[in-house]
């Protein structure tokens, strides 16, 4: 199956506007997605950093709950609660309104809106959409934006765009990591990047709660298709059992995503009672948004997910069935 193909401007034909808003705007607000993860909450510190240091006035706002496992980018401390009344909002990392969460609000009540994101599947919603999906991560395009305008890069800016390219590439382990994001690494080490504060921060710190979570949904891990198809689940009865939160579950799919015969691999979340989230990773032929796309989701090729107000009961079979469907389909 192949994904729709949507031609975006390059960043060449977009900068002038950019530079253009960076310059007339007063106050500039940055955000990321819901339950951002550090390409998106990076990018946005990393770009507000970057402006700040040369006088302009932007304030990160961020959907709730606030993802408290990534209080260690620099900047974190600066997240507004309410932006206040805003003249243009940049977007980073998120490819549908829906994702917005609590603050949807903001991009229909600020004129201008920059949505930056590497997602094939971005909405387009911004007045000024500059998507690379061929970018590893939301902070390669973001560095790329900040060099060419001359925007000062930190160590700050450095430590939050590293962040956000190491933990999208999986400790540059995953697919996309390419030459260019290797040479990126490099990069922003060079401009004062603390790669191995990142490191143990992504990968290496981790709380009891999470460990104790994750031999939960390991222990009720189902696979079908002679462990071709994998599955688990984080209800709020195990959440409760592990004393964790739902922020705390996610290194659970890397989980099922290292398991060897994988090929499509499935984590249901019960986010709140009567809405549940799905996480697709797959290996080849399997495209993950092919499994999210019947239930309004999207993301990446190896990499996607799907929310719906159904509860885990109902949404489950409905999604194992298509995942089923592609794995039949393909032999
Ligand atoms: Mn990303």
């Excluded at 950093?49 to 600066?78: A, I, K, N």
Aim: proline residues 4%; contains cysteine; negative net charge.
């Amino acid at each position: 199956m192949t994904a729709a193909v949507t031609t975006w401007p390059e960043l060449e034909d977009v900068v002038g506007d950019i530079r253009a808003v960076i310059d007339r705007k007063r106050v500039i607000a940055c955000l990321p997605h819901k339950d951002a993860d550090a390409d998106s909450l990076g990018s946005a510190l990393g770009f507000a950093l970057s402006l700040r240091s040369t006088g302009h006035d932007v304030r990160v706002v961020v959907p709730s709950p606030l993802p408290r496992m990534l209080e260690y980018l620099p900047g974190f401390e600066t997240i507004s609660e309410d932006p206040g009344d805003i003249d243009a909002l940049f977007t980073f990392d998120c490819a549908t309104v829906a994702r917005f969460g609590d603050k949807q609000d903001l991009i229909r009540r600020t004129d201008t809106v920059v949505n930056i994101d590497h997602h094939v599947s971005n909405e387009g919603f911004g007045t000024i959409n500059l998507i690379e999906a061929r970018a590893s991560a939301t902070g390669q395009v973001v560095h790329r934006l900040l060099t060419t305008i001359g925007a000062p890069i930190t160590a700050g800016v450095a430590t939050n765009l590293y962040a956000a390219l190491f933990t999208d590439t999986g400790g540059f382990r995953h697919e996309n990591t390419t030459e260019e994001a290797l040479r990126l690494g490099a990069d922003l080490v060079a401009a004062g990047a603390n790669a191995g504060w990142v490191a143990l921060k992504s990968y290496r710190s981790r709380s009891l709660p999470q460990i104790k979570l994750e031999g939960l949904a390991v222990a009720r891990l189902h696979t079908e298709f002679e462990g071709r198809l994998v599955w688990s689940q984080i209800t709020h009865a195990m959440l409760e059992e592990a004393g964790a939160d739902m922020m705390e579950s996610e290194g659970v799919i890397d989980q099922l995503q290292s398991i060897d015969t994988m090929e499509i691999a499935l984590l249901f979340k019960e986010n709140s009672p009567g809405v549940t989230k799905v996480s697709v990773r797959t290996r080849d032929p399997y495209d993950a948004t092919a499994v999210c796309r019947p239930f309004g989701g999207g993301g990446h090729h190896r990499a996607a997910g799907a929310e719906l107000s159904e509860p885990l009961a109902v949404f489950e079979p409905r999604v194992l069935d298509v995942a089923r469907e592609l794995l039949r389909s393909a032999e």
